[in-house]
């Protein structure tokens, strides 16, 4: 009874989120920059008398599209090309093995494999892999020799590297609209963080940021002198986000004391309206700079006479770190207000140079390597993903065979697209592709009917169905995806002209496809339990790093080297974001096999103080003058690397922690402060709220579930 319960709100869930749309994240114009490569590359060979050269390479920008527009944002060059080279590759090996059927099989084992494996490294991993697998399965049921095998590998390819080439060229050199626009967004999200309530995730902002950063990595990118105050910008942008943080931390502790409330709130209402202000300069509206330079002024005078008032005078020592940082802030929004207005002029053409991208391309693989090498394993949820594609896919295939389908290939190409790693997912995603091919059937046979279009107007339908396809991806993928079902039957049209016949068939293959494909997970299902716990435990590690940077700082009397800190601030954000996203796929499936909630959030919600003080400790750190050395605290900061290594084993295995196995860091802590010499009033309270901190996750971690209490 509970089982068919949790299906049913599984199958409610998924239908209610395939039938989401969110209008503001249509693109008309990023719809029509990937269409325009799919109607030259089918177009221009369909004139030139070779149909077949035109839908096949038709069909490769198409999906080199999708690897774009299914996620939105700028084009990710170097992802579709890699898309493109992939695809070439398993069309290639797919024509070549398609004349033995146990070699077929092996080779489409052997390509799900790797492309289900390349799910691990992200969404756009897993596009490439899916469509690798498409390709594997549509291109390679022509059975050819090596030679012609290549020819139509290289079909394939020409249409997807025409994707990248428009792409490049039309960036070229790139305007600073899209980089400013960027930019604004995140300083409006940082806006929206100095003035919300309570602990808000500075999240949003922070990938806001990064997104603006990557825009402002392009390989295409030629810059003028605006560029450069972009950057710096962007990098101010990163400060402040920390800085924000760590203000609202301190905040708390001083809400009782009115005078150094008020002055907070008041730095917080005019920190709103100068990053807001900033967004509108860094767009374009110089009319508001000198607004801007206002406002940043009135900010400072008001901090200067809350110091000369005294307010931040009080027994809580808190509150002249907090002082300290709302100047920091301030000098920092002084800097904003002197680049925002170069920011929004560009020079003339002459004035553009190439620039040494701020990226790392290299490091990021190494890093994408290492997470495909902890994923081979049949225990990660992506090794069985990957194993499950494996068996899958030559599964489907034979059956395909053996059913009277007319294109029993989409049945595998389906089968093989439904299925994911996480349970809810796949359950969504079969939704959406059901919904989906029977919107796009339905439309493409409506068309058929009424205009039996041919020739040329077969062209302009595939190139206005591309059109709305991709400018919809990024806001439904149950929408996009029916767009793409009626551009596939048309492009069939100029090869085969059958379109009701073709749209019937996409409808019935890939609904059975997406049915076996549903049922074999239901029947081998992958939970979100043990990647829940992993997240949560590679969490801690991050912050456990993290703070042992910063106190390690302390210790020797050193500054905290700026690179390396960085670093490590953006691995333990790009945790936090895992460990979030894990979690809630975890808790949105069955009871049974959900994660602990009150464990999970409740670790969550306790890392974030760890992370806020941390940032208030690593600012104060990095001030002009290095910290005081403080020998004695490394005792204290052992005894907190050791209690979060052994919060991060008990969450990754599951385990509750015995309370003697725990250090008792408030009795170092006393220790450390007793006679006043190992640590100053302000690292005291700072290292205060770091024990409790650290303390109350070690309680949540070591907690029994309510279940067991209630029993």
């Known amino acids: 009874m509970l089982r068919a319960v949790a299906t049913t709100s599984t199958l409610t869930t998924a239908v209610r989120q395939a039938g989401r749309f969110d209008r503001r994240a249509v693109s008309w114009r990023g719809g029509l920059l990937a269409a325009i490569p799919v109607v030259a590359v089918l177009g221009i060979p369909i004139a030139a008398g070779d149909p077949v050269a035109g839908v096949t390479m038709g069909a490769g920008a198409m999906l080199v599209g999708i690897a774009w527009r299914v996620q939105g944002g700028r084009p990710p060059l170097g992802v579709m090309g890699a898309d493109a080279l992939l695809m070439a590759l398993a069309t290639f090996v797919g024509c070549v093995s398609g004349r033995v059927l146990w070699v077929h099989l092996i080779v489409l084992c052997a390509v799900s494999l790797f492309g289900g494996m390349l799910v691990g490294v992200g969404n756009r991993g897993g596009v490439i892999g899916n469509q690798a697998i498409i390709a594997a399965v549509v291109f390679g049921r022509f059975s050819e020799p090596a030679g012609q095998a290549a020819g139509l590998a290289g079909l394939v390819l020409a249409g997807g590297a025409a994707q990248v080439l428009f792409l490049s060229v039309i960036r070229w050199p790139a305007p600073l609209r899209a980089q400013r626009r960027l930019t604004a967004a995140a300083y409006r999200a940082l806006a929206s963080l100095a003035g919300a309530a309570g602990r808000s995730s500075s999240l949003p902002a922070a990938n806001l940021l990064d997104k603006a950063r990557e825009g402002m990595s392009a390989p295409a990118l030629f810059g003028d002198a605006a560029l450069t105050a972009l950057r710096s910008l962007l990098e101010e942008g990163f400060r402040i986000r920390v800085a924000l943080s760590a203000i609202r931390a301190l905040s708390d502790r001083v809400a009782a004391h009115e005078p150094a409330r008020n002055a907070v709130a008041s730095a917080r209402r005019r920190t709103v309206v100068v990053l807001d202000l900033a967004a509108r300069v860094i767009e374009g509206d110089s009319s508001r700079a000198g607004e801007l330079t206002a406002e940043v002024d009135r900010l400072t005078r008001e901090l200067e006479a809350a110091r000369r008032e005294r307010a931040f005078v009080t027994d809580e020592p808190a509150a002249a770190i907090l002082e300290r940082r709302l100047a920091a802030l301030a000098g920092q929004l002084r800097a904003v207000g002197a680049l925002a207005p170069s920011a929004a002029h560009s020079g003339g053409l002459r004035s553009r140079r190439p620039h040494r991208p701020i990226d790392r391309p290299l490091r990021q693989l190494r ?164 990647p829940a716990r992993d997240s949560l435990a590679e969490l801690v590690d991050v912050q456990r790093r993290y703070l042992s940077d910063v106190l390690g700082a302390y210790t020797a009397g050193t500054r905290p080297a700026p690179d390396e800190i960085r670093l490590v601030s953006r691995r333990l954000r790009l945790a936090r974001v895992n460990a979030e996203s894990t979690v809630a796929r975890s808790l949105s499936e069955p009871a049974a096999r959900r994660t602990d909630p009150e464990r999970a959030q409740g670790a969550l919600a306790t890392v974030l103080r760890l992370t806020q003080t941390t940032h208030v400790l690593r600012l104060e750190a990095q001030e002009d003058e290095p910290p005081e050395p403080s020998p004695r605290l490394a005792g204290l900061a052992a005894s907190l690397d050791a209690l979060l290594t052994i919060v991060a084993d008990a969450l990754r295995s599951g385990a509750r922690p015995p309370a003697q196995s725990l250090p008792d860091l408030r009795a170092d802590y006393e220790a450390l402060v007793s006679d006043g010499g190992g640590a100053g009033p302000d690292l005291a309270a700072e290292l205060d709220e770091l024990v409790d901190a650290a303390n109350g996750l070690a309680a949540i971690v070591a907690a029994r579930p309510r279940a067991q209490r209630l029993g």
Request: glycine share 10%; proline share 5%; net charge positive.
């Open 367 to 530: 890093q994408e390597l290492w997470r495909l090498r902890a994923d081979l394993n049949w225990q990660s949820p992506v090794g069985r993903h990957a194993l499950r594609l494996a068996l899958v896919v030559p599964a489907a295939e034979l059956i395909a065979r053996q059913l009277p389908l007319s294109r029993g290939y989409w049945m595998v190409v389906a089968a093989a697209a439904v299925l994911r790693p996480e349970y809810g997912a796949t359950f969504t995603r079969g939704t959406e592709r059901a919904l989906g091919t029977a919107l796009g059937a339905g439309l493409a046979g409506l068309i058929a009917a009424g205009l039996h279009p041919a020739g040329g107007a077969t062209i302009v339908l595939v190139g206005v169905l591309a059109w709305l396809a991709y400018s919809t991806f990024p806001a439904s993928f149950t929408v996009g995806f029916g767009f793409i079902t009626a551009v596939v039957v048309f492009l069939l049209n100029a090869i085969s002209p059958d379109t009701l016949a073709t749209a019937s068939a996409r409808l019935l293959d890939t609904l059975v496809g997406g049915a076996l494909g549903l049922i074999v997970f239901a029947l081998w299902p992958t939970w979100s339990e043990a």
